[in-house]
């Protein structure tokens, strides 16, 4: 089994930043390929972000991409979501995904989850 926790939400302002962290236990090795995903109030759970094992590929959501940057630690076993410029719209539930054999957009490719991190941006 593999277990996810995210952490690092909060409350900031229009224009602010925040980063969120998703650190790994338990069988790490089936977490090769790590994301993000959000879900906001009365909407469906989205893709942010997605990252390869190595770190080499980076896949991003179009309305996300120049201002949220994905990395991993791997000795730490630590994913991470830098955000900047938050917008109100960014406000949302952030989910930590992993498990995928190839990096992706589709949640259905991803077999283990966070128990998610509340973002909110004022305006």
């Known amino acids: 089994q593999v277990q996810l926790v995210e952490s690092g939400g909060g409350l900031v302002q229009a224009g602010g930043s925040l980063r969120l962290s998703c650190a790994a236990s338990g069988r790490t090795a089936s977490t090769n390929v790590m994301a993000w995903f959000r879900q906001a109030p009365g909407k469906e759970r989205e893709f942010v972000a997605a990252?390869?094992?190595?770190?080499?590929?980076?896949y991003y959501a179009d309305d996300v991409k120049g201002r949220f940057t994905i990395s991993r630690d791997n000795a730490a076993k630590t994913v991470y979501l830098q955000m900047n410029s938050l917008k109100p719209e960014d406000t949302a539930v952030y989910y930590c995904a992993g498990g995928g054999s190839y990096v992706s957009r589709r949640q259905n490719d991803f077999g283990y989850w966070g128990q998610g991190t509340q973002v909110t941006v004022s305006s």
């Open positions: 990252i390869s094992g190595s770190g080499n590929i980076k």
